[in-house]
């Protein structure tokens, strides 16, 4: 049931862009991103409806593919502020929201 | 304007013991849930309740059981810990489907 996310981890230099992938095994009803910061818990980014519908943040944005049961979401310009780990949260119905493995990202000067 | 809150934020366990982590939400949320992160694993749902009155299993619900004791609160029970339940659990609510979770600051439990 978990979804699988890519790359585990990934290193950026201010300015530089970055696209973190979540794909799972079950059709999805709506996809969640979060970014937790070491020993805090996870904040909500953005989430995907089927249909197309996105809610959430200004700067970073995202796709899901229903068909392929996969999301994306891509940060552009890094700053020092996205480095944390991003979950990819996934909802197969009937409430079950379950997080992927998340991928750490680290933004260095 | 609270949130959810979980207790407590640290114990210490040994095997065989039992205790009760508290999740609570102010949010009036139906939707609850609970998870365990490990290092690795990203976050593993437990156990979840769809709405007062419903609990179901998740991915890892072995060793542990839940109480929606009403609407604001619902509690994970580890009736007897195993050093495997060492772990960072996190509370979670959101009022549907649609809709943003928030998380609670989380409990860090060892087993020894």
């Known amino acids: 049931q978990q979804p699988v996310q890519s790359p585990q981890a990934v290193i950026l230099r201010e300015g530089e862009d970055a696209v973190i992938n979540c794909s799972s095994s079950?059709?999805?009803?709506?996809v969640h991103w979060y970014r937790q910061k070491h020993g805090e818990a996870p904040v909500f980014l953005m989430i995907?409806?089927?249909?197309?519908e996105q809610k959430g943040h200004e700067k970073i944005s995202a796709s899901f593919n229903e068909k392929k049961q996969q999301s994306s979401l891509y940060l552009t310009a890094s700053q020092l502020s996205y480095s944390g780990t991003y979950f990819c949260?996934?909802?197969?119905?009937?409430?079950?929201?379950?997080f992927g493995t998340g991928t750490s990202l680290t933004v260095i000067p | 304007n609270a949130g959810v809150t979980q207790t407590p934020k640290f114990q210490v366990l040994k095997t065989g013991q039992s205790m009760t982590l508290q999740c609570a939400q102010d949010?009036?949320?139906?939707?609850m849930y609970w998870y365990r992160q490990d290092p690795g694993m990203g976050l593993r749902l437990i156990y979840y309740?769809?709405?007062?009155?419903?609990?179901d299993k998740g991915e890892v619900p072995n060793g542990y059981n839940v109480s929606r004791l009403n609407k604001r609160e619902f509690s994970l029970r580890l009736e007897s810990a195993a050093p495997s339940q060492t772990s960072v659990y996190f509370c979670?609510?959101?009022?549907?489907?649609?809709?943003?979770?928030?998380f609670g600051q989380g409990t860090r439990l060892t087993v020894v």
């Open positions: 979670a609510s959101r009022w549907d489907r649609n809709t943003e979770a928030f």
């Open positions: 079950k059709a999805l009803y709506s």
């Open positions: 995907l409806l089927k249909g197309g």
């Open positions: 949260g996934t909802e197969i119905g009937g409430n079950q929201f379950y």
């Open positions: 949010m009036n949320h139906n939707s």
């Open positions: 309740s769809a709405s007062e009155g419903t609990t």
